[in-house]
Structure formats: structure tokens, C-alpha cells
């Protein structure tokens, strides 16, 4: 008898043109919009904007959103740890790629 393995793979495709209002972003991320106001607030977060209102998220944003609630949710790291999580994060992804081109 042959078993088969069958592996689901999820992801998501966003363009980078689209902007998303903290509305949307709180909606697609499960995250209140105080917490969402609380990562612009620590630089996890940069939207366009003047205002809670005007913000307008990238979807690079929108990644970056999600993997700070799932800090936030499944690590339980408060808001200055998600900061400095995804800061080392983006080191470990820029190391990587500059040792990529090297090789």
C-alpha cells in the first residue's frame, strides 16, 4: 500500500501598489487599530499620511503588519519587542542576500 503526503502551502499576493486605510489593515491582520496606531508610533510601521485617517498602508506594510501580530499574538511581545524582532529579522534577511551575491 503507497501513502501519499499531501502539503497545503498559504500565502498571499499583494502588490505593492495597493494602500490600505488602518481600517483594512486592522481587518487583514486581526490586530485592533490601537495596536496598528501603536506600531507606527515604534517605526514597526510606516504609512503614508498625516493622520490615523490619511494613513495609507503599502502592501509591504501589510506583511510586515502581519508578521508583528503573530509576534504580538504567539510570542506575546509587547511593542518595543516586535520594533527590535523584526529590526533583527530584516538584519538576518540583509545578511542573507548579501551573502547570496557574494557566493
Do not use: C, Y
Amino acid at each position: 500500500m503507497t501513502q501519499t503526503q499531501i502539503t497545503w502551502i498559504e500565502g498571499t499576493i499583494v502588490e505593492d501598489e495597493v494602500h490600505m486605510s488602518i481600517v483594512e489593515i486592522s481587518q487583514a491582520t486581526r490586530a485592533p487599530e490601537e495596536l496598528i496606531m501603536s506600531w507606527v508610533s515604534e517605526g514597526v510601521l510606516s504609512p503614508a499620511g498625516s493622520s490615523p485617517e490619511d494613513w495609507r498602508f503599502s502592501g509591504d506594510s501589510l506583511k510586515r503588519a502581519k508578521t508583528a501580530a503573530h509576534l504580538t499574538h504567539d510570542l506575546e511581545l509587547n511593542t518595543p519587542g516586535v520594533a527590535l524582532a523584526l529590526d533583527l529579522l530584516d538584519e538576518i534577511t540583509r545578511l542573507r542576500n548579501q551573502l547570496l551575491r557574494q557566493n
